[in-house]
């Protein structure tokens, strides 16, 4: 059973360039999660998708979107990327939103902002 | 949201049990007590979950308080490859956010 695939897993941009990050979740899986991970702040949470739809969204700018695909598939997206854009983007799925339900996590994205 | 409070860090010899505490005094009745570690350069991963009664699996067990203020995650037999940062955190049935605390980071001596 592949587990939760996160392209790509390492980049580079430059202040005020936009990037987009995808995640696959495990097959059967409706509900996918992004988290962002600094050192400083630690892991938080940015939003999650069910179904298509945005059930709730975390203490970020606007910069920051995302989406959800008909096959579950995520990307979410950065534009007028920032220095302190410069982290670990993970991703995790579930089979449903409920609080029951075990997060499998993916290997993450290394966005890294010059 | 409710917050958890963990330990900044533990140490634990190798093949001795490692009680890892976390506080979380705000919780209400419907969040689900999770537990995930992460090791260096990988994304977290699923250790064990729990609503109100104690859980075992083959990796760990979890005894949440009567009052489920609070709750610890057991590791029985600690080895080199359980040294990682775990994390308590509370999944909301009807919220969807999750909030992860700093995590507890295990050092285990050979």
């Known amino acids: 059973k592949a587990g939760v695939t996160q392209t790509p897993r390492y980049l580079i941009k430059t202040r005020g360039q936009q990037v987009t990050l995808s995640c696959s979740p495990i097959s059967g899986h409706r509900s996918v999660s992004w988290y962002q991970q600094t050192p400083g702040q630690g892991l938080q949470f940015l939003f999650e998708y069910f179904s298509e739809t945005q059930r709730n969204k975390g203490n970020f700018p606007g910069r920051f979107s995302g989406r959800q695909f008909s096959n579950s598939r995520s990307e979410m997206n950065v534009s007028t990327l920032e220095l302190g854009d410069s982290a670990l983007y993970l991703c995790a799925s579930s089979f449903q939103s409920s609080g029951a339900n075990v997060l499998t996590f993916g290997a993450g994205s290394r966005l890294t902002v010059l | 949201d409710a917050k958890t409070t963990q330990p900044n860090s533990m140490e634990s010899n190798e093949e001795e049990p490692v009680h890892l505490p976390c506080n979380h005094s705000t919780i209400s009745g419907t969040d689900y007590i999770h537990w995930y570690r992460q090791l260096p350069s990988q994304g977290p991963e699923y250790v064990i979950h729990?609503?109100?009664s104690n859980v075992n699996n083959r990796m760990a067990s979890l005894a949440i308080a009567e009052d489920r203020k609070s709750s610890t995650l057991i590791l029985h037999r600690a080895t080199l490859r359980d040294a990682a940062v775990y994390y308590c955190?509370?999944?909301?049935?009807?919220?969807?956010?999750?909030?992860f605390g700093a995590g507890t980071t295990v050092t285990v001596r050979a």
């Open positions: 729990g609503l109100t």
């Open positions: 955190i509370l999944r909301r049935v009807n919220d969807y956010k999750l909030s």
